[in-house]
């Protein structure tokens, strides 16, 4: 292995967004570089060794995780899965799995459920992060799909109706004005890189900002400028976070339900165009799937 083979493989593996202190390594996506010594060096190549077998494995396991089960049903009816009545998670909470065999994959949806007093879905970065870290733990896939709408930016090129791969990730209402702090409340992260498949299905590329409203109030919408968001949903950031932690490659595949840029208002846009938008969602999460299906990771 040459000294750019292990660059790009230590770019793209596990250690990118490592915190580690660890002479030689990527601390916080730098390179950070230090005098020599053997049984670090020995432990860097051993990870990126791990990492290059991993994107030789065929990926056989998917959860997607879908905020909303008005969104995530169309695609349990298309892949032809089932509830799991015997549940993998603790019974005191409401997350739905739906699961079977697709082609050559196992395939999970995972929704957060329903509210048990107020009967509405479970969306919002709390419950994503939560089942997302659950999912990972009982399921160990080999790759997390986010699907979901989003709100789209005219400004940036959306329109009601387009589907957009994430190329990037970012929060946009954890404010700490701290230096060092505030990047870490962004927590800006590039998503796991997949060209052969967006060449194959010319899906739009854009960035994704995340928060806990609908809505927009002046301070999110100047956070969602700063970070350069073509569209806006309330999980992909916290979910990008927990992949990212426990070192599961993840995409995420949104569609636009409403344009925030406009005089339109966004809860009555939304409410408008979901059922529409969702048929569109769910034809590219099931191309994307198809995609996926006989490919190793690094074939993405």
Not at 14 to 29: A, F, K, N
Not at 135 to 145: E, F, G, M, T
Not at 233 to 239: L, P, T
């Given at each position: 292995m040459n000294d750019s083979t292990l660059l790009n493989k230590l770019e793209f593996g596990?250690?990118?967004?490592?915190?580690?202190?660890?002479?030689?390594?990527?601390?916080?996506?730098q390179l950070v570089m230090a005098p020599h010594d053997e049984d670090d060096n020995t432990h860097v190549v051993e990870e990126v060794m791990v990492v290059a077998e991993a994107e030789k494995r065929h990926v056989l396991t998917i959860v997607i995780v879908i905020a909303m089960q008005t969104e995530a049903l169309p695609l349990v009816t298309k892949f032809q899965l089932s509830q799991d009545l015997d549940s993998i998670f603790p019974k005191?909470?409401?997350?739905?799995r739906y699961h079977g065999i697709y082609r050559d994959l196992r395939i999970n949806i995972i929704c957060?459920?329903?509210?048990?007093?107020?009967?509405?879905?479970?969306?919002?970065?709390?419950?994503?992060?939560?089942?997302?870290y659950a999912?990972?733990?009982?399921?160990?896939?080999?790759?997390?799909?986010n699907a979901g709408t989003a709100c789209g930016f005219r400004r940036r090129g959306a329109c009601i109706g387009d589907v957009f791969l994430a190329s990037d990730v970012a929060f946009h209402h954890r404010r700490n004005p701290i230096p060092v702090?505030?990047?870490?409340?962004?927590?800006?992260?590039?998503t796991f890189p997949t060209p052969n498949l967006l060449k194959e299905l010319k899906l739009k590329v854009g960035k994704l900002s995340t928060g806990d409203s609908l809505d927009m109030s002046p301070h999110d919408e100047a956070a969602i400028i700063a970070n350069d968001a073509t569209v806006k949903?309330?999980?992909?950031?916290?979910?990008a976070y927990v992949a990212d932690l426990l070192s599961v490659?993840?995409?995420?595949?949104?569609?636009v339900t409403d344009i925030v840029d406009d005089d339109k208002p966004t809860a009555e846009e939304f409410l408008k165009n979901l059922v529409a938008v969702t048929a569109a969602l769910d034809q590219a999460v099931g191309q994307v799937v198809d995609f996926i299906s006989g490919k190793c990771i690094s074939e993405l």
């Open positions: 596990v250690v990118l967004c490592c915190s580690s202190d660890v002479q030689g390594r990527y601390i916080e996506g005191e909470v409401p997350w739905v957060p459920g329903k509210d048990r007093v107020l009967r509405v879905d479970s969306v919002g970065t709390v419950s994503a992060s939560l089942v997302t999912s990972i733990q009982a399921l160990q896939p080999d790759l997390i799909i702090c505030d990047r870490n409340g962004i927590c800006a992260k590039q949903d309330m999980e992909g950031a916290a979910i490659p993840a995409i995420f595949v949104k569609a």
